[in-house]
């Protein structure tokens, strides 16, 4: 058989006519409009899929979306030719098969996409030293360069900002050094100055572990058996059928059938809740804490020991406090309490649910109905997603979720649960039982302070100044100490992106293309040109995750019954190189120990954590070696992956098996050893095994969170949860609230997860712009007040950007509410100032509140009839392919 890489390689064939002469065997990996000239050449690749040539490998879904899934790719001379998800096992409830959903099923066209970046390259018209012209970052051509050469470039650049301006001067945002390769090198060259984002989690990043519940609100749900045991499911902001789409579905869908009855709590009636039947309870964006604070008002006046006993008084005066008055913490600086705030005491404003309607636009009728939901006798899990912690203002959420849940009883029983229902842990809370082992990397610590947090960034490099408060996810200790809090002066030069597409993905998309064109020198490392790489000076291309093993960070599971072991799929393809050897390329130019910052091979630190995995014992009380290896087995791994240092060790598995399987599962069944009831042991015995808090109890009134936030210098905040105006929310869309009087800006838009894309990942592949062709979802009620059809193109107008995409009609969302989906890559006319490609961070508002949360869903903008050309379906625009 012809070796189509082979030819590749040496330039014997083009990269297009390859992605042609592939077509027929991969269903159209190329791009419409390439030629098919080599067909018959993809045909043969077929036919050896057919006839079982190739070899099926075990393939990372390496992208972010909340969860992982199964994949293997079936490989025939280095090229990809067939994908396929879980089929290693049976399916049962027991050992269910983790399915892959349509973003990792064309993973293919990632690796071998027309738009693979190649070569390394620079801006035609950038200078070493000087920049040359920066207006032109974004714009300009590309110049193919050597690897050296750009290294050397590269160097240059960073020892020159670092003598002349100092590493502060240098900004990297990493988040988290496990997710950075260039990490050590850049840390052990004098460090940089670090973004912090709250990101996904919203403000759980903070204001979660400050209370009790787990840090990020993250895993603290129970598990997925558990679920069988509810009566009442609240889904509350989640959307995981799309979000984390597979498996979590699955659970939601065996708890429907147990009987379990579902309530779904948001302003728009998504796939989730319509998957499982939910009734919804309507709540604008950001208004969550005037909803739940009249939920608890319900729940206050209407509660009856005797008749009607919706509060758990042995829970609130157990396991809180800060509830009453007669349970207040030691630390508590105000003479006030929760329950008297939401009765009125304070501000001669009780929280009724006349009060939250206005604002909410719950019916009330629905607030006094969920508020009975709640009830103490009823078994209820509220499994909650971040987006209402995505929004200006909502430091408070959280608390007043964690509050209500509280009040209930339900925390630390069978049935009973509020944690994480979307993303990590999805439906499954509690702590893996496979747990993989250490890399056996070091760290080395970024010895420069300067953290910057998210939505200020652009502002920080534009402008020379900015209010240190956010902390690194490494080290939240900062946090408590004032002496890192406060205005700085900072002079950024150089950007680095790493590992993120931090420029898509960072609110105020229009001012960080300024902040892009004001700095001396920015360098990324990308496999394809996303816009981060796009408004660079020099980029090198990288390897995707199937041309090497897996990092750590990729192989985590976010499935506690289950863990992934994916292998090297493909040879690199071009002159892509690992994120690792260009750390090590450039760190040997920075003249910094190369071998103290990686001792480690890539292959070696994979082989560490396949050898130090552990898994659960029978009796569910300690963990136990996995992976059994033999000589024979570290004479295999050398002869197909290279050498490593190692020894033998008994497991449960053998290690050969493990990586041609790619995927190792325990078995669940009712009654098993491995059962997570998250607080189960406080609950029982709160004395006895505290919680992190000061108090160690669940706090209602927490002095730590309104201390540390307060001190930030944005909000104001009680110790307790209580009503604070969203900025860019729902009232400030009125010009005159009492009046009702709308603005400018009268729509609320949020930026919800999309099934084309994980974050900003997959957006460019062809199959899934066609699949999902990522419109703007407006009301019936709106479209019919501006004459809009559905697949007419609109205009999204506010003062930071200008969007465009084609309207998707529902009767799902509420009035007022538009759902402009995440992720897209910029596609922007600088002419008009006009993005086609409904970019969310290009609308999003580059502002912050509170602990610097990143308010993606608190966004106002002005919606209208497109009067131009109409949008072209995205799945026929061309591709970003750079030809040198």
Not at 75 to 95: A, G, L, W
Not at 369 to 383: G, R
Not at 407 to 436: E, V
Not at 589 to 602: F, K, T
Request: charged letters at 20%; one cysteine or more.
């Amino acid at each position: 058989m012809v070796n189509l890489f082979k030819k590749i390689t040496e330039k014997q064939i083009s990269r297009r006519t390859f992605l042609a002469a592939t077509a027929a065997g991969t269903a159209s990996l190329a791009l419409a409009g390439c030629g098919t000239a080599l067909a018959p050449v993809g045909a043969e690749y077929d036919a050896a899929a057919i006839n079982g040539e190739g070899e099926w490998i075990p393939a990372a879904c390496w992208f972010n979306c909340g969860y992982k899934c199964y994949n293997a790719a079936l490989v025939v001379d280095n090229v990809v030719v067939r994908q396929k998800t879980d089929d290693t096992e049976p399916d049962s409830f027991s050992k269910p098969q983790l399915r892959g959903c349509l973003r990792g099923r064309a993973q293919q066209q990632q690796a071998f996409g027309a738009d693979r970046l190649k070569y390394p390259m620079k801006r035609k018209h950038w200078e070493p030293l000087t920049g040359g012209d920066k207006s032109l970052r974004g714009k300009d051509e590309w110049v193919r360069i050597s690897w050296d050469e750009a290294l050397d470039y590269v160097a240059a650049e960073l020892k020159h900002v670092k003598e002349k301006y100092g590493n502060s001067s240098i900004l990297m945002p990493t988040w988290g050094s496990n997710m950075c390769d260039f990490y050590n090198t850049i840390s052990a060259f004098g460090g940089y100055a670090d973004v912090d984002d709250t990101s996904s989690v919203g403000t759980y990043k903070y204001g979660g572990g400050m209370v009790g519940i787990h840090n990020g609100g993250y895993g603290d749900a129970n598990d997925r058996l558990d679920l069988l045991n509810c009566d009442t499911i609240v889904l509350y902001g989640c959307n995981p059928a799309w979000a984390s789409a597979g498996l979590p579905s699955h659970n939601l869908i065996h708890a429907k059938e147990a009987g379990a009855k579902f309530i779904y709590v948001g302003p728009s009636y998504n796939e989730s809740a319509n998957l499982t039947d939910a009734k919804w309870i309507r709540v604008r964006p950001g208004t969550d804490t005037a909803f739940l604070l009249s939920v608890a008002y319900v729940m206050i006046t209407e509660d009856d020991p005797l008749t009607n006993p919706l509060l758990d008084w042995d829970f609130l005066n157990r396991c809180t406090v800060g509830f009453d008055a007669n349970h207040m913490p030691a630390d508590a600086k105000l003479d006030e309490n929760f329950k008297d705030y939401v009765l009125g005491k304070y501000d001669n404003h009780p929280k009724t649910p006349e009060w939250a309607s206005e604002i909410s636009g719950t019916p009330v009728e629905d607030i006094i109905w969920f508020a009975q939901e709640m009830h103490k006798d009823k078994k209820v899990s509220i499994l909650h997603a971040s987006a209402p912690a995505r929004c200006n203002n909502a430091d408070d959420f959280p608390q007043l979720l964690m509050t209500i849940a509280a009040m209930g009883g339900h925390y630390g029983k069978p049935g009973h649960s509020c944690g994480s229902g979307q993303y990590y842990c999805s439906t499954n809370g509690g702590p893996n039982l496979i747990r993989m082992g250490a890399s056996g990397a070091p760290v080395i610590p970024n010895s420069c302070k300067e953290v910057i947090t998210a939505p200020e960034l652009w502002d920080a490099v534009l402008n020379g100044k900015y209010n240190r408060t956010g902390t690194t996810w490494e080290d939240f200790s900062s946090l408590w100490d004032p002496t890192y809090m406060g205005e700085r002066d900072i002079d950024i030069r150089v950007i680095i992106h790493s590992w993120r597409n931090t420029l898509q993905t960072t609110q105020g998309v229009g001012k960080g293309i300024e902040a892009h064109r004001k700095v001396d020198f920015v360098f990324s490392c990308a496999y394809s040109l996303n816009i981060s790489a796009q408004y660079s000076d020099i980029v090198l291309p990288i390897v995707t995750q199937w041309e090497k093993q897996s990092t750590y960070t990729y192989l985590t599971s976010y499935n506690r019954d289950m863990q992934f072991f994916p292998s090297r799929v493909m040879e690199p393809l071009f002159e892509a190189k690992s994120d690792q050897w260009i750390a090590v390329e450039l760190g040997k130019r920075l003249g910094i120990d190369v071998n103290q910052a990686y001792p480690l091979s890539e292959e070696q630190q994979y082989f560490n954590c396949i050898a130090g995995t552990t898994v659960i014992n029978k009796e569910g009380t300690d963990y136990e070696t996995l992976v059994t290896i033999t000589a024979e087995d570290l004479a295999w791994w050398e002869q197909k992956y290279g050498k490593v240092d190692g020894k033998p060790q008994q497991g449960h598995i053998g290690l050969r098996e493990l990586m041609e399987k790619g995927i190792y599962k325990v078995e669940r069944h009712e009654g098993d050893n491995y059962g997570a009831i998250t607080y189960e042991a406080f609950v029982k015995d709160p004395e006895k095994n505290p919680l992190t808090t000061n108090s160690g109890k669940f706090e209602i009134y927490c002095q730590t969170k309104a201390d540390i936030i307060n001190r930030m210098g944005r909000s104001t905040l009680k110790p307790y949860p209580s009503y604070v105006q969203p900025l860019n929310g729902y009232e400030q869309s009125f010009k005159d609230w009492d009046k009702k009087i709308k603005g400018d800006y009268p729509y609320q838009v949020t930026n919800p997860h999309y099934l084309r894309r994980a974050h900003t990942g997959f957006d460019y592949l062809p199959w899934l712009r066609e699949a999902m062709p990522n419109p703007v979802f407006i009301s019936a009620v709106d479209a019919e007040e501006k004459g809009i059809k559905d697949g007419d193109t609109v205009l999204l107008t506010n003062p930071h950007g200008k969007v465009l995409r084609q309207a998707s009609v529902s009767q799902r969302l509420m009035p007022g509410y538009i759902e402009l989906p995440h992720g897209t890559w910029l596609e922007l006319d600088e002419k008009t100032g006009i993005d086609k490609s409904g970019s969310d961070n290009y609308l999003c508002h580059p502002q912050t509140s509170g602990q610097g949360v990143s308010g993606y869903n608190t966004t106002l903008a002005n919606l209208e009839k497109y009067e131009g050309e109409p949008l072209t379906p995205d799945h026929l625009w061309p591709m970003r392919v750079v030809i040198l």
